[in-house]
């Protein structure tokens, strides 16, 4: 295919600019506080409560770093979260594209009531009781698996992935394949896996993130710090610093955490999400246009 | 493209259900899977709904615990603001959804359009890294920005000669300020979705489109909106089974003294409620109600789709 | 009633009067525990000052002395999520022997100890097997009433910290550089309060010639830092933070004399508060962001520069000004004592629970070895453990007091700290797992350097104890004080758990409207009134005072 030179007009000008303008105003309001946050969590306590931090670290200290780190559970829980994330996101990837494969094809009679029976879960839930006899009563408690299965699959993003499925895999396709005594998995596997590059990069990473920001699991699931993934140890950490009124009996303490508390909600929110921002540029990579052509024309 | 004449049909010409299934066994493998998930881990614990009309007792179990009827939804539905909660709770979501809706795809689009790669995968990346700032340090940064003598947007008014303003002080200003505070957090997080059906679109289309004479406003509108209009409609719709589901941490970090009037939503009513009386009944009840709602409004949602020509989700 | 009130009171004047021997010191526990080995099984928060509880020296070292095996089950120390953990483990059947820490309120104890009969009762326990806490509650026997269920029986042990001037937490704080610049005497009145807010706002203290000066701040979420509740004290008894922040505090007080539970919101003394408070508003006495802002900007607020702010709430200056970094504005802010009303009330809320927490130790139906748990717990209730638990080995992190040293009365003291505190994890002792017993003689005991001056980081303790005794002490309420800890049946609770959460708001948000003008005190206040009174007030008050007479009334 051959790249047209296309002359911008005067009206591909305005948008232009109106479109960069955009841009610009989202990054600049979105960059300021990303920055404080970063310059903070690199200050002294004194400075942050003083308001003296503005772009830049005041009076740098990596004492909020060193209070994170110096948790002996914070690498055990970078390696769980990561174990729970690697593991997590694969098992929900098959399940969604087993279940959006089968309901994005006309053939598949009662596709509408697999899809109610999906949706309902969307809406209504047993609540928290219950489920918890459930994973109880699997014995999952105390395995990794009570990090994984209990969030393995979520119905939003499955539908997303069915309707990626029924737009961008043209009909033709299938028929033909048909025709040439293609099965199901078959089709799935060679010829609608590798188009759909795009939507499988972003369930992925929404699974990711959602296994990654996950504590709730491992909070009622799980009675053994070594289980325990980055998040929760993270929010232990930060009830160092917490102080709750009620508490307030142990006065001399109260004063002790108030300067450690300001820092450590910084630090803790770069050390949780580094992570999962560097795994975003390998995400993009899928977002390129034209990986459709070959496969219409083939 | 015919069908295969080996397939029996039945009287409409149609193929026959049984034959399909068989012929398409394999669809139903895959789908036994995840039917069998949900089975277990959604559809097992259901039995729990009826704690909304029991109250519960650890040593007799849920199925052993005593029925107490409407009761919590009585309490709910008989007391004062009950209705005012629940209009808090509508209103923002809604508010919520039209901005969130709105403007992640803007954002998207811009990005689609921009040539420079090195700038656009930047401009993703910083949009995208709000999403992970912790909810308590977020209502923290909005009280900074919004504070009467510290904040920067009362400094811009003092200097452009206007009076300081006590925004967290406004119950008329606290759905906006939670809304416009989500989309600057989730905006970049949103736009993921459309970024991806966006590369979706074909090439070919866009050169045709360019052939015709089609200027980049109206690739766009012609070319590029329509292509991905089934995904833009069936977030829409889904995001309808969510607005009774208002989330209850910000808001409640939010809440003070002067805007309680428009910050009470259900969430953070249940939730004083459970402090006062330690009872699983009146939450699950409230949840249920919320349910039902969500429910009716996806409904709609998706047959309004449905009469203007959309996919929807059934 | 008046022996109520004298209990009450006694740990206050304790402060004053103390002195003891160090055979009260010591445990009075038969050590070890048991001949077998014997293995609890102790659901617990995780926390994380502690590296790893299990390998922990005071685990290890209680372990040789009691011959008490402890399987942990530990659970997150974030207070909604514990709860929330408590409540799915108890729902699952799944009970643990001990539930050590885990937060369980008087609404939890009612549903799981008096209706579900979970929890095993402690009173013959206590009789027989703990030496050490019978005698504690023997000393404070305003104590039983507050860790006793409404079925009379005692469920839980408490946790003990009778910290001295946390019981007199309601204080002002205001600038006495700025005082001595305008040549104004320290307030004693609500009339003088207000001239000098006054004098601060028109005259320029901090010099820079703007009108730049905040009189009165205060922010949402410090401690005891409402703009509010301290003025409002000199018109009617109001208890400020009293509770957990984030629960519903429905402003009460009992009227000493006859016995009976006031809510603060209807009184007439309330509605002369609210028009001194807003004639104060509407001056600009009172800055705005006071109802809205948090600590995190009351901070900012005051330390910037010039110094802006004349007065503040809080029950300690150290809580938002830095008495290191910022010696100097530090120094400036001297605590005024309760402020005289137009009708004579003078009066500072006494907080005079020692017990911090109750149910701090719950042993379960499911416990096999109940009196090993007792004994297990008592011990802790004696200094000496209580030396090993908070601070570790002897010798090496504390020791008993020398011949001379001085404790932080000026007295002879009783023990020596040799480690600094520290928020470092660690794995040397508890900090503040398992159950604390901070008495006052414990806190006084402590040497403590002589003649320290007190505006400063280490004189920190001896301020507080100076400011208290001297400023709020004389002025602690004693015609209205405050309702002790109420609590309530199931039934109760349901009727209660709506009004309450409606009446609060309602009357939260009138508040404001009467300080800020928006609503008229003249005009409004009757249909307030009768508002009130339609959302349940009379029904709420009617709950209190049953509950309150169940609880304390013909007690000692």
């Given at each position: 295919?051959?790249?047209?030179?296309?002359?911008?007009?005067?009206?591909?000008?305005?948008?232009?600019?109106?479109?960069?303008?955009?841009?610009?105003?989202?990054?600049?309001?979105?960059?300021?506080?990303?920055?404080?946050?970063?310059?903070?969590?690199?200050?002294?306590?004194?400075?942050?409560?003083?308001?003296?931090?503005?772009?830049?670290?005041?009076?740098?200290?990596?004492?909020?770093?060193?209070?994170?780190?110096?948790?002996g559970q914070?690498?055990s829980g970078?390696y769980n979260s990561?174990v729970y994330m690697?593991l997590g996101?694969?098992i929900s990837?098959?399940l969604?594209?087993?279940?959006?494969?089968?309901?994005?094809?006309?053939?598949?009679?009662?596709?509408?009531?697999?899809?109610?029976l999906f949706?309902f879960t969307m809406l209504f839930s047993g609540g928290l009781i219950p489920t918890y006899l459930v994973v109880k009563d699997l014995g999952l408690r105390n395995t990794i698996w009570a990090m994984i299965l209990p969030s393995a699959f979520s119905v939003?993003?499955?539908?997303?992935?069915?309707?990626?499925?029924?737009?961008?895999?043209?009909?033709?396709?299938?028929?033909?394949?048909?025709?040439?005594?293609?099965?199901?998995?078959?089709?799935?596997?060679?010829?609608?896996?590798?188009?759909?590059?795009?939507?499988?990069?972003?369930?992925?990473?929404?699974y990711?993130?959602g296994n990654w920001n996950g504590y709730f699991n491992a909070l009622l699931y799980l009675d053994a710090s070594r289980l325990y993934p980055l998040q929760l140890v993270l929010r232990d950490i930060l009830v160092l610093?917490n102080?709750d009124?009620s508490m307030?009996?142990?006065?001399?303490?109260?004063?002790?955490?108030?300067?450690?508390?300001?820092?450590?909600?910084?630090?803790?929110?770069?050390?949780?999400?580094?992570?999962?921002?560097?795994?975003?540029?390998?995400?993009?990579?899928?977002?390129?246009?034209?990986?459709?052509?070959?496969?219409?024309?083939? | 493209?015919?069908?295969?004449?080996?397939?029996?049909?039945?009287?409409?010409?149609?193929?026959?259900?049984?034959?399909?299934?068989?012929?398409?066994?394999?669809?139903?493998?895959?789908?036994?899977l995840p039917v069998v998930y949900i089975g277990i881990f959604n559809y097992l614990p259901m039995y729990g709904v009826q704690l909304a009309f029991k109250r519960f007792s650890p040593s007799r179990g849920i199925a052993g615990s005593a029925w107490v009827g409407l009761k919590y939804f009585q309490i709910f539905?008989?007391?004062?603001?009950?209705?005012?909660?629940?209009?808090?709770?509508?209103?923002?979501?809604?508010?919520?959804?039209?901005?969130?809706?709105?403007?992640?795809?803007?954002?998207?689009?811009?990005?689609?359009?921009?040539?420079?790669?090195?700038?656009?995968?930047?401009?993703?990346?910083?949009?995208?890294?709000?999403?992970?700032?912790?909810?308590?340090?977020?209502?923290?940064?909005?009280?900074?920005?919004?504070?009467?003598?510290?904040?920067?947007?009362?400094?811009?008014?003092?200097?452009?000669?206007?009076?300081?303003?006590?925004?967290?002080?406004?119950?008329?200003?606290?759905?906006?300020?939670?809304?416009?505070?989500?989309?600057?957090?989730?905006?970049?997080?949103?736009?993921?979705?459309?970024?991806?059906?966006?590369?979706?679109?074909?090439?070919?289309?866009?050169?045709?489109?360019?052939?015709?004479?089609?200027?980049?406003?109206?690739?766009?509108?012609?070319?590029?909106?329509?292509?991905?209009?089934?995904?833009?409609?069936?977030?829409?719709?889904?995001?309808?089974?969510?607005?009774m589901s208002?989330g209850f941490e910000?808001?409640f970090?939010?809440?003070?003294?002067?805007?309680?009037?428009?910050?009470?939503?259900i969430a953070t009513y249940v939730y004083k409620v459970g402090l006062i009386n330690a009872d699983f009944g009146f939450a699950t009840a409230i949840g249920l109600f919320n349910s039902v709602?969500n429910v009716?409004?996806?409904?709609?949602?998706?047959?309004?789709?449905?009469?203007?020509?959309?996919?929807?989700?059934? | 009633?008046?022996?109520?009130?004298?209990?009450?009171?006694?740990?206050?004047?304790?402060?004053?009067?103390?002195?003891?021997?160090?055979?009260?010191?010591?445990?009075?526990q038969?050590?070890p525990i048991t001949k077998e080995k014997v293995t609890l099984k102790i659901f617990a928060p995780q926390i994380p000052e502690i590296q790893d509880i299990s390998a922990n020296?005071f685990t290890k070292?209680y372990e040789?002395?009691s011959n008490v095996h402890v399987d942990w089950l530990l659970a997150p120390s974030e207070s909604s999520a514990l709860r929330q953990k408590l409540n799915l483990v108890i729902a699952a059947g799944d009970l643990p022997d001990v539930f050590m820490n885990a937060r369980i309120d008087a609404n939890l104890e009612t549903r799981y100890g008096v209706d579900e009969k979970l929890f095993m009762p402690l009173n013959d326990l206590i009789d027989k097997d703990m030496?050490?806490f019978k005698?504690?509650l023997?000393?404070?026997?305003?104590v039983r009433g507050m860790i006793t269920a409404i079925d009379g029986k005692i469920y839980g042990l408490p946790n003990v910290?009778?910290?001295?001037?946390?019981?007199?937490?309601?204080?002002?704080?205001?600038?006495?550089?700025?005082?001595?610049?305008?040549?104004?005497?320290?307030?004693?009145?609500?009339?003088?309060?207000?001239?000098?807010?006054?004098?601060?706002?028109?005259?320029?203290?901090?010099?820079?010639?703007?009108?730049?000066?905040?009189?009165?701040?205060?922010?949402?979420?410090?401690?005891?830092?409402?703009?509010?509740?301290?003025?409002?004290?000199?018109?009617?008894?109001?208890?400020?933070?009293?509770y957990a922040f984030g629960s519903i505090?429905?402003?009460?007080?009992?009227?000493?004399?006859?016995?009976?539970?006031?809510?603060?919101?209807?009184?007439?003394?309330?509605?002369?508060?609210?028009?001194?408070?807003?004639?104060?508003?509407?001056?600009?006495?009172?800055?705005?962001?006071?109802?809205?802002?948090?600590?995190?900007?009351?901070?900012?607020?005051?330390?910037?520069?010039?110094?802006?702010?004349?007065?503040?709430?809080?029950?300690?200056?150290?809580?938002?000004?830095?008495?290191?970094?910022?010696?100097?504005?530090?120094?400036?802010?001297?605590?005024?004592?309760?402020?005289?009303?137009?009708?004579?009330?003078?009066?500072?809320?006494?907080?005079?629970?020692?017990v911090a927490t109750v149910n701090r130790f719950v042993i379960t139906t499911a416990c096999k070895h109940p009196e090993v748990a007792a004994r297990w717990a008592d011990a802790m209730y004696?200094?000496?453990?209580?030396?090993?638990r908070?601070?570790?080995?002897?010798?090496?992190?504390?020791?008993?007091?020398?011949?001379?040293?001085?404790?932080?009365?000026?007295?002879?003291?009783?023990?020596?700290?040799?480690?600094?505190?520290?928020?470092?994890?660690?794995?040397?002792?508890w900090q503040q797992q398992g159950i604390e017993f901070?008495?006052?003689?414990?806190?006084?005991?402590?040497?403590?350097?002589?003649?320290?001056?007190?505006?400063?980081?280490?004189?920190?303790?001896?301020?507080?104890?100076?400011?208290?005794?001297?400023?709020?002490?004389?002025?602690?309420?004693?015609?209205?004080?405050?309702?002790?800890p109420l609590k309530y049946t199931t039934a109760e609770s349901d009727d209660l758990q709506t009004?309450l959460v409606?009446?609060?708001?309602?009357?939260?948000?009138?508040?404001?409207?009467?300080?800020?003008?928006?609503?008229?005190?003249?005009?409004?206040?009757?249909?307030?009134?009768?508002?009130?009174?339609?959302?349940?007030?009379?029904?709420?008050?009617?709950i209190?005072?049953?509950a309150?007479?169940r609880q304390?009334?013909?007690?000692?």
């Open positions: 295919m051959k790249k047209r030179t296309v002359y911008a007009t005067g009206a591909d000008r305005v948008l232009s600019v109106f479109l960069n303008a955009f841009l610009w105003f989202w990054i600049v309001v979105i960059a300021y506080p990303l920055i404080y946050v970063v310059a903070a969590s690199f200050s002294s306590s004194h400075a942050v409560i003083s308001g003296k931090v503005w772009l830049w670290p005041v009076e740098p200290s990596l004492r909020a770093y060193r209070a994170v780190f110096n948790n914070i690498l970078f990561t690697v996101t694969a990837l098959v969604t594209v087993l279940a959006a494969y089968p309901l994005s094809r006309k053939e598949l009679v009662g596709g509408r009531i697999f899809s109610g949706l939003w993003n499955m539908i997303i992935t069915r309707t990626y499925f029924q737009t961008a895999i043209p009909d033709e396709l299938y028929e033909a394949a048909q025709l040439d005594g293609c099965s199901d998995f078959r089709f799935l596997n060679r010829i609608v896996l590798p188009l759909s590059g795009p939507i499988l990069a972003v369930i992925g990473l929404y990711a993130v610093g102080i009124i307030v009996k142990d006065f001399d303490e109260m004063v002790r955490k108030q300067g450690l508390a300001d820092l450590l909600k910084y630090a803790v929110i770069v050390v949780a999400s580094v992570p999962v921002m560097v795994l975003y540029p390998f995400i993009q990579r899928y977002f390129v246009k034209g990986v459709m052509i070959g496969a219409v024309k083939g | 493209m015919t069908v295969p004449s080996s397939i029996p049909r039945n009287r409409r010409g149609r193929p026959n259900a049984l034959a399909s299934m068989v012929r398409h066994w394999q669809l139903y493998a895959m789908i036994l539905f008989t007391s004062p603001s009950c209705w005012q909660v629940v209009w808090n709770t509508l209103s923002v979501s809604v508010y919520s959804i039209a901005i969130n809706f709105f403007f992640p795809i803007a954002l998207a689009v811009a990005l689609n359009e921009t040539q420079h790669k090195g700038f656009r995968k930047t401009a993703q990346m910083i949009t995208y890294a709000p999403y992970f700032i912790s909810t308590v340090v977020m209502v923290g940064l909005i009280m900074q920005v919004l504070d009467p003598r510290l904040g920067i947007v009362n400094r811009i008014v003092v200097t452009l000669g206007g009076a300081e303003t006590n925004f967290m002080g406004k119950p008329e200003l606290f759905k906006s300020i939670y809304v416009w505070s989500g989309l600057w957090q989730g905006i970049g997080y949103s736009a993921i979705i459309y970024l991806a059906a966006l590369s979706g679109v074909s090439p070919e289309l866009q050169e045709a489109a360019i052939i015709d004479g089609c200027n980049r406003g109206q690739r766009i509108w012609n070319v590029d909106l329509p292509s991905i209009t089934p995904t833009i409609v069936i977030m829409l719709i889904m995001s309808f089974g969510f607005v208002v910000k808001v970090l939010m809440q003070n003294n002067l805007n309680l009037s428009s910050s009470e939503i709602v009716v409004l996806l409904v709609g949602a998706n047959s309004i789709a449905k009469k203007m020509n959309q996919p929807g989700l059934w | 009633m008046k022996r109520l009130l004298l209990t009450m009171l006694a740990v206050a004047m304790v402060a004053t009067g103390l002195q003891a021997q160090k055979s009260e010191w010591l445990s009075k038969p050590m020296w070292w040789d002395k030496p050490n005698a504690y023997a000393q404070n026997p305003g910290n009778e910290c001295y001037h946390c019981g007199l937490s309601q204080k002002m704080w205001i600038n006495k550089d700025w005082l001595d610049k305008l040549h104004l005497k320290v307030p004693t009145t609500t009339e003088e309060f207000y001239q000098v807010m006054k004098a601060f706002k028109e005259k320029d203290p901090n010099g820079n010639g703007k009108k730049d000066e905040i009189p009165l701040m205060g922010c949402i979420d410090s401690w005891q830092s409402y703009a509010d509740s301290f003025l409002m004290c000199s018109f009617a008894l109001d208890t400020g933070m009293q505090e429905l402003r009460t007080f009992l009227d000493a004399k006859t016995g009976r539970v006031k809510c603060l919101y209807d009184q007439p003394g309330y509605r002369d508060g609210l028009k001194y408070l807003s004639r104060l508003y509407s001056e600009g006495l009172i800055y705005s962001g006071s109802f809205t802002q948090k600590q995190d900007q009351f901070k900012q607020i005051i330390s910037g520069t010039p110094e802006v702010v004349g007065a503040f709430p809080n029950g300690a200056s150290c809580v938002v000004i830095d008495p290191v970094a910022q010696n100097e504005l530090y120094r400036h802010f001297v605590a005024i004592a309760p402020l005289k009303g137009p009708t004579g009330l003078r009066q500072s809320p006494y907080y005079y629970d020692g004696s200094c000496e453990i209580q030396q090993y908070a601070w570790g080995e002897k010798g090496k992190a504390w020791d008993w007091a020398k011949k001379g040293e001085l404790g932080l009365d000026g007295k002879p003291a009783m023990w020596t700290n040799f480690v600094p505190y520290s928020t470092e994890p660690q794995n040397l002792n901070q008495t006052a003689l414990n806190r006084f005991g402590q040497t403590t350097k002589q003649g320290v001056d007190p505006y400063t980081a280490e004189g920190l303790e001896t301020m507080l104890l100076n400011t208290t005794r001297d400023l709020y002490e004389p002025w602690a309420g004693k015609t209205q004080v405050i309702v002790p009004i409606e009446l609060n708001r309602y009357a939260v948000d009138r508040k404001m409207a009467f300080i800020m003008g928006s609503a008229s005190i003249e005009k409004d206040w009757d249909g307030y009134v009768k508002k009130l009174n339609e959302l349940g007030l009379d029904k709420f008050l009617a209190q005072q049953k309150y007479d304390y009334a013909g007690k000692k």
